[in-house]
């Protein structure tokens, strides 16, 4: 056996296991996609600290037109959509990816939905009709997010989305039961709370390319 | 398999490289393309001859009314693979046993 053979065995080993491990942990597709939802949830969450500065001024027209709110929804989920479908028909998404972004999906959709609230009140109470009810999921789109990061994680077997993941389960967990000074000031908590979406979108898609390029 | 009697298929790095990548499940023709990196015309031809020699077997149908492609590796091109495979790893034992 020459130094040639050997030398060629080792060459085609190496192709093997890295067409293998790409065929098992490609995210070209998928990063790509998620720093596009980045882009577009950071526009969202302009306009959405738009809104919550000028709340008084909107708050009539959200009441003369309700219709506003579900197409503006609608659009941001046609515009998601087209990436998804723009990207995914360029790039096909393969074997891990396929799957995970079902979950991130579903999150997303999670989020979306809106909450409906219920007032319940005894005859008594009828007169009270200035009531203000606010609703708000910040405990819960964290908690979602954190499930879809360790899910990326325990699958594409990366720590550094697991430990994301683990910091949003305990910010959630802290603004659910415990009243925290940082989360009482209106703005700050309203600036993170729009950036929390493209943020998770922009590092999860930054840190995967990363990983892609170094053929991790 | 004998190191002198490698088949000509696992002769060319493209073919090797897209057997291995449907090794781990059927794919469509971009979905390869995308982990070999290999060229429309390139890969066009390096299937041909891979389906003529049995390695593997081409599904057309249609998804969201447009027409794809999707390759399966057969039996043969598994077994063969794997023989392949083995036959690369004793080449590399036989070389540190001997310095050994």
């Known amino acids: 056996m020459n130094e040639q053979a050997l030398h060629e065995a080792v060459e085609n080993i190496s192709l093997i296991k890295s067409v293998i491990s790409r065929t098992n942990k490609s995210f070209v597709a998928f990063s790509k996609i998620f720093i596009y939802w980045g882009l577009l949830f950071t526009v969202v969450g302009i306009i ?4 919550m500065a000028n709340y008084e001024k909107l708050f009539d027209s959200v009441l003369n037109w309700p219709l506003l709110n579900y197409v ?14 723009s990207i995914s028909k360029k790039t096909p998404l393969i074997s891990l990816e396929k799957h995970l972004i079902k979950i991130w999906m579903l999150v997303l959709i999670m989020n979306v939905i809106p909450t409906r609230v219920v007032l319940t009140s005894t005859a008594l109470d009828t007169s009270m009709t200035n009531i203000v009810v606010t609703t708000n999921n910040f405990s819960t789109m964290f908690f979602s997010l954190a499930i879809a990061l360790i899910a990326t994680a325990l699958f594409a077997d990366y720590k550094q989305l697991l430990n994301l993941g683990l910091i949003y389960i305990a910010i959630s967990v802290i603004y659910a039961f415990l009243r925290f000074p940082l989360f009482e000031g209106a703005t700050l908590f309203q600036v993170l709370f729009a950036l929390s979406l493209p943020f998770t979108f922009f590092y999860t898609g930054f840190f995967l390319r990363s990983r892609q390029g170094r053929g991790d | 398999m004998e190191a002198n009697s490698i088949p000509d298929i696992f002769q060319s790095k493209l073919r090797i490289a897209i057997i291995a ?5 059927e794919k469509t023709f971009n979905e390869v393309k995308e982990i070999t990196g290999g060229s429309d015309g390139n890969l066009s031809v390096q299937f041909s001859k891979m389906e003529e020699e049995g390695y593997v077997k081409i599904y057309k149908d249609f998804f969201n009314k447009k027409p794809r492609t999707r390759y399966r590796l057969t039996n043969k091109g598994e077994n063969n693979f794997i023989d392949y495979v083995s036959m690369l790893d004793q080449v590399v034992k036989r070389h540190y046993d001997k310095q050994e």
């Open chain 1, 48 to 51: 959405n600290l738009v809104q």
């Open chain 2, 21 to 25: 990548c449907l090794m781990t499940g």
């Open chain 1, 72 to 85: 503006y929804l609608a659009a941001v989920a046609l515009i998601a959509a087209t990436i998804y479908w």
